[in-house]
């Protein structure tokens, strides 16, 4: 009947996915289903934490200012991300990013940091990226996040 026909064709779609669920996101279901520490996210401690772990590992690559202009960066294919870039900060969220910092990129040059940085550094350091651009009500009602510093309120501390 239909159904064995129906069958061979998503199965090997559901694995396409990258694992035996697919995911809206695209993300393996152990990230799926982390939990997202907004109180921790929103600290501004556990932000400066962020900022000091951003300075001794990736600033090198992802540059003085976040904006993807590192000393190493230049020599990269493709270049660091520009982390202050707003249409980037729109299009991710806070699993994409903890995704991305602990696994890296997947042969590209980002560097998985799973092995080196606790589940909690690596909160803090996506905590400390989503200070790089303020949020539009934030930023409206506080123009200094939105003004000469590239590093928005964490930069200011
Ligand atoms: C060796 C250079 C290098 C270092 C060190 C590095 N990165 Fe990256 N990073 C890259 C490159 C290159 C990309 C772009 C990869 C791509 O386009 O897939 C990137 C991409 C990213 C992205 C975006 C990923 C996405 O899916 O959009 C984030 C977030 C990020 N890096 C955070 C960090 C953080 C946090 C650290 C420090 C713990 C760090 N990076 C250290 C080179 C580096």
């Not at 396409?16 to 600290?43: D, K, N």
């Not at 909160?123 to 790089?132: C, D, K, M, P």
């Not at 939105?146 to 930069?155: E, F, M, N, P, Y």
């Amino acid at each position: 009947m239909h159904r064995p026909a129906l069958t061979a064709v998503l199965l090997p779609l559901a694995f396409a996915a990258g694992s035996c669920r697919a995911h809206e996101s695209g993300l393996p279901a152990v990230y799926e289903e982390i939990q997202v520490p907004a109180r921790e996210l929103a600290s501004p401690d556990i932000q400066r934490q962020g900022r000091v772990i951003y300075r001794e590992r990736c600033l090198a690559c992802h540059g003085e200012h976040a904006d993807g202009k590192g000393s190493l960066g230049g020599a990269l294919r493709p270049p660091p991300t520009d982390l202050t870039d707003s249409a980037w900060q729109a299009r991710t969220d806070e699993r994409h990013v903890y995704y991305a910092i602990a696994e890296g990129g997947h042969g590209k040059p980002m560097p998985p940091w799973k092995a080196t940085l606790s589940p909690g550094e690596i909160w803090s350091l996506v905590a400390y990226i989503r200070t790089l651009v303020a949020p539009p009500a934030a930023a409206a009602g506080a123009p200094a996040a939105a003004g000469t510093s590239h590093l928005g309120r964490a930069g200011q501390q």
